[in-house]
Nanobody, 122 residues
């Protein structure tokens, strides 16, 4: 069993930066692929970024490629999302997820956090 807790969400102006963190409990977390998804009001949850359990591969949605960076620290049981050049359309609740195999779909992940709100003002 894995529990995930996100933090770092905030209100930021367009063009600014934020770093989201996801702390995990559970001794098997180091063997899971990890990802970030987001959900804006009235929209479906969408893929943002993912990283393999080894950190050897990273994947991004086209909308965030070049602006966001996913990273992890297995020693701290944590995964991060560095978000730069934020835009108002990045406003959403951001969720951390973990699963047995890397995927860009919701069904690919077994464990989810409660989410953290990111609001980007214009």
């Amino acid at each position: 069993q894995v529990q995930l807790v996100e933090s770092g969400g905030s209100l930021v102006q367009a063009g600014g930066s934020l770093r989201l963190s996801c702390a995990a409990s559970g001794r098997t977390f180091s063997r899971y692929a990890r990802a970030w998804f987001r959900q804006a009001p009235g929209k479906e949850r969408e893929f943002v970024a993912a990283i393999t359990w080894s950190g050897g591969g990273t994947y991004y949605a086209d909308s965030v490629e070049g602006r966001f960076t996913i990273s992890m620290d297995n020693a701290k049981n944590a995964v991060y999302l560095q978000m730069n050049s934020l835009k108002p359309e990045d406003t959403a609740v951001y969720y951390c997820a973990a699963g047995g195999r890397i995927s860009n779909t919701i069904v690919g992940y077994d464990y989810w956090g409660q989410g953290t709100q990111v609001t980007v003002s214009s």
